[in-house]
């Protein structure tokens, strides 16, 4: 491990977790400083709807990009930049882009990024396109993008950092450490938006790493167990994991891949999860279940968050805020529970969205003090 002359400063995740991650000693890190994210409690949003649950949020939109993608992110490109690699490639809903466009800038690399025209949020493409990364625009969906890019694993000289790179979900178990460390025990349930399913997949791994189990699954063969199992457990239990789908692209629900996803939350627009068995295995193993959300209870809770709480997070993010709001309704949360949020991505992300679900907020009035202060208090 590197030594700091600053003892006190944070310095990533892979620094702080390194223990429990795949790098070798000597290994040049790339990071943006990224993970150490807020647990934000959702006091306002527990009182309204009683039942005696605590919830907290965590909230992802504070990474060094916007999203927890970057997690996932220091990983992949410093195990690329360790294999000598000159080019990463992902597929991207937005999020993803924007993280691999920062880390191969940080790293000094080339960077491709395929994007479905027209349904990226604007703040996404802005990052991806000032970090200097390639935008390839395609006539499709991600769906086509992951496609395509698998297709380029053997036809050019390039790393792929979609989720499929075992790497990412290794950083990305990390958010699971951070939860735990912060409320010294698992909470009872985690809740968090499922789109490509790596996120749910890593946050189970790392609930489980921390509790001393080894997934049933595959996951921690991934890194050929050079995360060295059996780790010294941190606490002895595991939440019951519940991941949110859209309604118009909820293949989880379906039970089978759905062709042309379409949601309002366009970072969760697809239909064909590359971590399907994983993701299964999260939700089996820790009696935990699937659901689906409308594009209106999704802007819904993205409001009530932002209104509520003062937490501005983008449309995808809100699913696991409306998701757990309708499963306590249905009784499904058993009462007094110590419930987590993923929050995964930073509202400023996606403007037009809340723009446009914001619409007759914004007063226009003359340029004078009477009409103001008419305008404040008709609104006090
Ligand atoms: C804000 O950027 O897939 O289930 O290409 O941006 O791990 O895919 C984004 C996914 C949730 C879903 N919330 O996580 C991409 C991309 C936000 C996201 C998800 C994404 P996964």
Same mark, same amino acid.
């Given at each position: 491990m590197s030594e700091s002359p600053y003892p006190g400063l944070y310095r990533g995740l892979i620094e702080r977790y390194r223990k429990r991650l795949p790098v070798a000693p000597d290994t040049r890190i790339i990071s943006l400083t990224e993970g150490d994210t807020p647990l934000i409690p959702l006091e306002n949003v527990a009182r309204a709807i009683g039942h005696g649950v605590q919830i907290f949020a965590k909230f992802e939109g504070l990474n060094p990009t916007g999203s927890f993608k970057d997690r996932g992110m220091t990983m992949a490109v410093t195990q690329a930049v360790a294999e000598g690699t000159r080019a990463i490639i992902c597929a991207s809903t937005g999020n993803t882009s924007a993280s691999a466009a920062a880390y191969a800038a940080r790293a000094g690399i080339r960077c491709f990024v395929l994007i479905p025209e027209g349904k990226i949020a604007l703040g996404k493409l802005a990052q991806a396109m000032i970090q200097g990364s390639v935008v390839i625009q395609i006539k499709g969906n991600f769906d086509d993008g992951m496609r395509i890019v698998k297709d380029m /694993?053997?036809?050019?000289p390039v790393a792929i950092v979609n989720s499929i790179n075992p790497y990412r979900l290794q950083g990305q178990k990390t958010a699971a450490f951070e939860i735990v460390d912060a409320l010294g025990r698992a909470p009872d349930y985690h809740c968090i938006p499922v789109g490509n399913a790596g996120n749910i997949s890593a946050y189970w791994t790392g609930f489980s790493e921390y509790a001393g189990i080894k997934p049933k699954t595959a996951a921690c063969a991934y890194c050929k167990d050079t995360c060295a199992f059996p780790c010294p457990a941190v606490t002895d239990s595991r939440p019951v994991m519940v991941g949110y789908q859209a309604a118009g692209s909820a293949p989880f629900m379906a039970g089978h891949p759905v062709a042309e996803p379409e949601t309002v939350?366009? /970072?969760?627009?697809?239909?064909?999860?590359?971590s399907w068995d994983l993701a299964w295995a999260a939700v089996r193993e820790s009696g935990g279940w699937f659901d689906a959300l409308t594009d209106e209870e999704i802007l819904k809770a993205q409001r009530l968050l932002a209104e509520t709480e003062g937490v501005f997070c983008e449309p995808a993010s809100a699913i696991s805020v409306a998701g757990l709001l309708r499963d306590i309704e249905r009784g499904k949360i058993r009462e007094g529970s110590l419930i987590t949020c993923t929050l995964t991505g930073h509202g400023l992300k996606d403007p037009d969205t809340a723009i446009k679900q914001s619409q007759g907020a914004v007063l226009e009035v003359p340029a004078d003090s009477t009409a103001v202060r008419k305008a404040i208090l008709d609104h006090l």
């Open positions: /694993a053997d036809a050019a939350a366009t /970072a969760i627009r697809i239909g064909n999860p590359q």
